[in-house]
């Protein structure tokens, strides 16, 4: 890890702020809807290219899990196929190299558009969200440290 020490030790990479911790966790749920099983390794440079949070990133990847990737590869296809107008086939997915290099040929095309639309969705959504819930925290925390104010302040005897 010595040779990526100081690529890694760019506090951008590991701040807490809204700003890009939001963008980073959009970003994994972007590339969770790229078909390659290496979304952790993509989002991680992706991060260190756009200079957000690395571990944002990741966890937004998380999205893709062995129990979410075929439903969400299978509306994928659907979008793909209402958008460009072609039929929806039935898939028979198998986790292979045969069924990548066979499989997925007369459906790459509407899934990758699918992709696409539902990787932008879900980033939009998980930015949007986040970033709500973030600033919703940040205003309870606020009413809560005023509240407490007069209190502390009658306490010590201030008033």
């Known amino acids: 890890m010595r040779p990526f020490r100081l690529l890694l030790e760019h506090p951008a990479y590991w701040t ?3 700003r890009s ?3 980073a966790f959009a970003l994994g ?12 390794l993509v989002a991680a440079a ?23 990737m075929v439903p969400m590869y ?8 209402h958008l460009l107008g072609i039929g929806f086939r039935n898939i028979n997915f198998e986790l292979s190299w045969d069924w ?3 499989g997925l040929l007369p459906i790459w095309k509407p899934m990758l558009l699918g992709c696409l639309i539902l990787g932008s ?6 930015y949007i969200t986040l970033g709500g819930i973030w600033h ?14 007069p209190r502390r302040e009658t306490a010590l005897g201030k008033k």
């Open 100 to 102: 990548i290099t066979t």
């Open 29 to 40: 749920l972007f590339i969770s809807f790229v078909p390659l099983p290496i979304h952790i």
């Open 121 to 126: 969705t879900a980033a939009i959504a998980g």
């Open 136 to 149: 919703l925290s940040l205003v309870l925390k606020y009413h809560k440290r005023k509240e407490d104010s």
């Open 46 to 68: 992706a991060a260190l290219l756009l200079r957000l949070n690395v571990p944002a990133a990741i966890t937004g990847t998380f999205l893709a899990n062995p129990l979410t």
């Open 16 to 18: 807490l702020n809204r």
């Open 21 to 23: 911790v939001t963008r």
């Open 74 to 81: 299978i509306a994928a296809y659907w979008v793909g196929c």
